[in-house]
C-alpha cells in the first residue's frame, strides 16, 4: 500500500454511492469481506474510468469478475474450475510473478509483429515509389522480374524474421496499456512507414541518376543497365540496413546493436547473397547486374546506409531532448 491509500469491507462499499467509489476507488487498496457483485461493481468502476482491468481469481465466486475483466487470470493449481471457464488466462504455477513475464512477452510479441509489418511496408513502398517516378518521367524500368523477385526473398524476409526475434526490453513494462479497439495500422505508424519508404527511395533514386551519367542520358536511356544495376543493389542494402531500424522505435544506441545476433545475421546473410550477385559472372548474367567500378560501389554504399544514419539520428536527437525535459 502507498501512504494515504485506504482499506474498506463489503458493508462499507454497499454504503457508497457511484459518485462516491468514483471519486475514491483510486485511492482504495484493500477489500475485505465483498461478495461478488462488490467485485463486478470495483472491475466496473476501473473501466468506467478508462482503465484497462485485470482481475486475478481462484473461488466460484470470483467467476462473474472474472468474466467482466478485460482480462480474467485464474489460478491453474489452486484455482476452481468454474474460475478456470471463467478466465481469459491460466495462471498454471500461481506466482503472481508470472503475470509480468506474460504482460513483457505479450507485449514483446506484439511490438515485433508491429515492426515487422512496418519493415516490410516501408521496403515495399520505397520500390513502388522509384518504378512510379521512373515510369512517369519516363526513364529506364528500374528493376527487373527476378531482381524484384531477389528483393522479396531475401531483403524481406531475413530481416523480417530477424525483427521477429527481438528480446523483450524493461521500456515495455513502463508503457500504457493499449486500448482493445486499437487498430494496428493507425495515422503515426502509416506516417511513419510512408517516410521511412521515401527515404529509402531517394537513396535507389540517387543512385540511379548517378549511374546514367547525366540528365541527357536518363531520357534516352543509356546507361540503363549501370543505373538499373545501382538502383538494385542500393535498394537492397538500405532495406538490409532498415532493418536494424526496425528492431524497435528507439536508436540502436538505447536498444543495444548486439543485443539481438539474429538481426547481425540476416544482415550478413543478405550482404553475402547480394554480394554474390554483384561479382559472380553467371549471377551477374542471372539477375541482369553489370560490374561497378569502385567509385560506383562507393556511391552505392553510402547511398544505401544513408536513410538509416539520418533515421538514427533523429532517434538519438529525440532520446536527448526527452532525457532533458
Not at 233 to 258: D, E, P, Q, Y
Request: with cysteine.
Amino acid at each position: 500500500m502507498r501512504e494515504g491509500d485506504k482499506s474498506i469491507t463489503g458493508q462499507q462499499l454497499d454504503a457508497m454511492s457511484d459518485e462516491e467509489l468514483r471519486s475514491e476507488i483510486k485511492n482504495i487498496s484493500v477489500y475485505a469481506r465483498v461478495s461478488p457483485e462488490h467485485k463486478i461493481r470495483i472491475v466496473t468502476m476501473w473501466q468506467e474510468l478508462g482503465n484497462v482491468v485485470s482481475m486475478t481469481g481462484d473461488g466460484v465466486n470470483d467467476a462473474p469478475a472474472l468474466k467482466k475483466a478485460d482480462i480474467g487470470i485464474a489460478m491453474g493449481i489452486t484455482g476452481t474450475e468454474v474460475s478456470k471457464d471463467a478466465a481469459s488466462m491460466i495462471l498454471t504455477d500461481d506466482n503472481f510473478a508470472t503475470i509480468i513475464k506474460a504482460v513483457a512477452n505479450g507485449r514483446n510479441i506484439y511490438a515485433n509483429i508491429k515492426n515487422a509489418i512496418q519493415y516490410l511496408l516501408s521496403g515495399n513502398i520505397a520500390g513502388i515509389i522509384v518504378v512510379l517516378l521512373c515510369s512517369i518521367l519516363n526513364f529506364a524500368v528500374p528493376f527487373t522480374a527476378v531482381q524484384l523477385l531477389f528483393i522479396n526473398l531475401i531483403t524481406d524476409s531475413l530481416p523480417a524474421i530477424a525483427i521477429g526475434m527481438e528480446p523483450p526490453s524493461g521500456e515495455l513494462l513502463k508503457e500504457k496499456p493499449r486500448s482493445a479497439n486499437e487498430s494496428l495500422i493507425n495515422k503515426n505508424f502509416m506516417l511513419g512507414t510512408i517516410l521511412q519508404g521515401i527515404l529509402i527511395a531517394a537513396a535507389a533514386m540517387v543512385a540511379f541518376v548517378f549511374g546514367a551519367g547525366s540528365v541527357e542520358n536518363l531520357f534516352s536511356q543509356q546507361n540503363a543497365a549501370v543505373s538499373c544495376a545501382m538502383s538494385f543493389t542500393t535498394i537492397c542494402l538500405a532495406r538490409l540496413w532498415h532493418g536494424f531500424n526496425m528492431r524497435g522505435k528507439h536508436s540502436l544506441v538505447k536498444l543495444g546493436f548486439f543485443k539481438n545476433p539474429f538481426s547481425i545475421g540476416a544482415f550478413a546473410v543478405g550482404v553475402l547473397l547480394l554480394a554474390c550477385v554483384m561479382f559472380i559472372p553467371y549471377l551477374q548474367q542471372l539477375f541482369d547486374v553489370v560490374g561497378f567500378t569502385s567509385v560506383q560501389l562507393l556511391v552505392v554504399l553510402c547511398c544505401s546506409i544513408a536513410p538509416t544514419i539520418l533515421i538514427q539520428l533523429f532517434r538519438i536527437i529525440k532520446e536527448h531532448i526527452n532525457i532533458k525535459q
